[in-house]
């Protein structure tokens, strides 16, 4: 079938079976709708039939299966998440060209972020525009089958809602005959809401307290050792001190703070707000499935600490792109990790020093505690007390510094949702246990030798009723009050796609393994992945390749092979 798309009219006649030569469109002044110079491009919409393969007992729905003749590449549109542009997927989104038959399209909706109408027009609109530019193809026709999208973090809700919008023919855009795509794969997708989502103000705080700590342990380390120095100025020292802690938490509280909504694109809150973990939005409008659309997913699991290995790839250079990356490099998540541990210690073997220091002030201070006359003693004896309370606040700032980094992660665990505080002091009742009677064992006690004790012989039950014994005993645990995530979104809510089959729901944990020479040898189980990670590691080259060879998705995002 042969179509024209006219973006620029913010139409699409994609459907239309007209012969024709090239695609140029127009508006007058009348806004009437003038077409010159047209040329010849066309998609081809292939009968679905059922693959008896790709059906389960549980669940009839059928996939649609490709003709793979009948068309010359397959359209792939990459979706960026939250604070993201049409670089976030540029690492691996023509990764593997040379080995597939496929066009990709890398979505950019950078500045419409507010809501999910703003988000969803914008993408149909790129969808289109970039759409018609690769079917155009240096005028020469180029045919196509049915595209799909891929779609990261927010990305993935964003096709979510289009595809719900084109289902029920929302409005003069987004109807069932304009549709983009015809299969959706979301990467790390808080389905299920993010509870990140609504704690911004909770995670600006931890941030600048972060700042704070460290900065003012840092300052006063080094007013500590200047102090020794130049003993005779401790007194400006301590003044400098104090002021320049002021400073340093000024900053904390307002650059800092400033700094991160820059970064996070403070503007995006609502749209953040819209799938916040109980947001009406999620529970309601996104609680929907078009049940004649493939599916899949991958999902993320990171492991502790959870905090600084995201953080990798949130500070410098590589937060807003991966090309310092070799491609499918982004591997080591651990470069801020290793720092704020050897911080932690470099802190811990500073403390430990400024208490020697001032255990020696205390003791010259002891040593001159008789009265001299003259005004030297006085000068000496609180030039080593200003000395001394230099010292003091040095270590009192790095320890305060080192108990902030070992219970952050614990902290920005809640704030994710991976902790659950409600859960913390909560026990569950797991059971009963039926005692039917007792016996007496005979064991040895330490100095004491043997002793014989009477003990229940009893069996677990699940209630009550079903104790045929003397009596029951309830069966407490406490339940897990931490979730997987990684480490942004948990991993239940990456997995609640409505819709989509439990066996499409994949773990990012497989990588190829090479020989010296450069030659395949096999794929290995490696975990540990997380949320911004996934852009461009290779675990991400994996899923692609299970994505365009058809393996544990549905064989309609499959894709043709190159021939050698």
């Not at 691996?92 to 988000?119: G, I, M």
């Not at 505690?369 to 006085?378: F, Q």
């Not at 005979?442 to 045929?468: A, F, M, Q, W």
């Not at 480490?487 to 239940?492: R, S």
Request: aromatic share 10%; proline share 4%.
């Amino acid at each position: 079938m042969l179509i024209i798309a006219t973006v620029c009219c913010g139409q699409d006649i994609s459907h239309a079976p007209i012969l024709v030569d090239a695609v140029k469109c127009e508006l007058d002044k009348e806004n009437t709708i003038s077409i010159q110079n047209l040329h010849v491009v066309t998609d081809s919409f292939n009968t679905w039939y059922t693959d008896s393969s790709d059906v389960e007992e549980d669940n009839p729905e059928s996939y649609p299966k490709l003709n793979k003749s009948e068309f010359d590449t397959r359209l792939i549109y990459f979706v960026h998440g939250l604070g993201g542009n049409d670089k976030s997927w540029d690492a691996v989104d023509d990764a593997h060209t040379s080995e597939y038959v496929y066009t990709p399209l890398r979505v950019d909706y950078e500045e419409h972020q507010r809501d999910f109408n703003e988000a969803s027009y914008e993408v149909y609109t790129e969808m289109n525009r970039l759409r018609i530019s690769a079917l155009y193809n240096n005028d020469r026709t180029l045919s196509t089958d049915k595209p799909y999208a891929i779609g990261h973090s927010q990305g993935g809700l964003v096709i979510r809602d289009m595809d719900r919008k084109f289902d029920q023919n929302y409005d003069a855009h987004f109807q069932e005959d304009h549709r983009q795509f015809y299969g959706m794969i979301t990467f790390c997708t808080p389905h299920l809401g993010a509870s990140i989502g609504t704690s911004q103000e909770a995670l600006t705080k931890m941030a600048a307290d972060f700042g704070y700590l460290i900065g003012n342990a840092t300052l006063k380390n080094q007013v500590a050792k200047f102090s020794l120095k130049v003993p005779f100025l401790s007194k400006k020292l301590l003044r400098f001190s104090a002021s320049a802690s002021d400073l340093v938490e000024a900053l904390s509280t307002n650059l800092i703070v400033e700094g991160i909504n820059i970064m996070s694109k403070g503007q995006q809150a609502p749209m953040v707000q819209q799938y916040g973990e109980f947001a009406p939005y999620v529970r309601n409008t996104m609680n929907y499935s078009n049940t004649t659309i493939p599916k899949a997913l991958f999902y993320a699991e990171e492991s502790d600490p959870i905090l600084f290995r995201i953080a990798t790839y949130m500070i410098g250079p590589t937060a807003s792109d991966f090309v310092h990356y070799p491609r499918f490099g982004a591997n080591d998540d651990e470069q801020i990790e290793k720092g704020v541990n050897e911080l932690r210690a470099k802190l811990l073997a500073d403390i430990k020093a400024h208490k020697k220091e001032a255990e020696k002030i205390q003791k010259k201070i002891d040593r001159t505690n008789i009265p001299v006359i003259g005004l030297a003693y006085l000068l000496t004896k609180k030039s080593k007390l200003n000395q001394l309370k230099i010292q003091e606040d040095a270590s009192k700032a790095e320890t305060e510094a080192v108990a902030f980094i070992e219970k952050v992660n614990v902290m920005y665990k809640t704030i994710v949702g991976a902790i659950d505080v409600r859960r913390l002091f909560k026990r569950e009742l797991t059971g009963y246990w039926c005692v039917t009677g007792t016996k007496e064992i005979t064991v040895n006690v330490p100095y004491k030798g043997k002793k014989t004790i009477e003990i229940e012989n009893r069996h677990r039950v699940d209630n009550p009723s079903l104790c045929d014994g003397t009596k029951t005993i309830p069966i407490y645990s406490t339940p897990a009050v931490e979730q997987k995530t990684d480490a942004v979104l948990t991993v239940n809510s990456q997995k609640g796609f409505p819709g989509c089959h439990d066996r499409y729901k994949l773990l990012l944990d497989e990588i190829r393994t090479y020989d010296a020479q450069g030659n395949f040898t096999g794929v290995q189980t490696k975990s540990d992945v997380n949320h911004i990670q996934i852009l461009n590691c290779a675990q991400t080259d994996e899923a692609l390749r299970r994505i365009y060879e058809g393996r544990g998705v549905p064989i309609f995002f499959k894709l043709r092979e190159k021939k050698r």
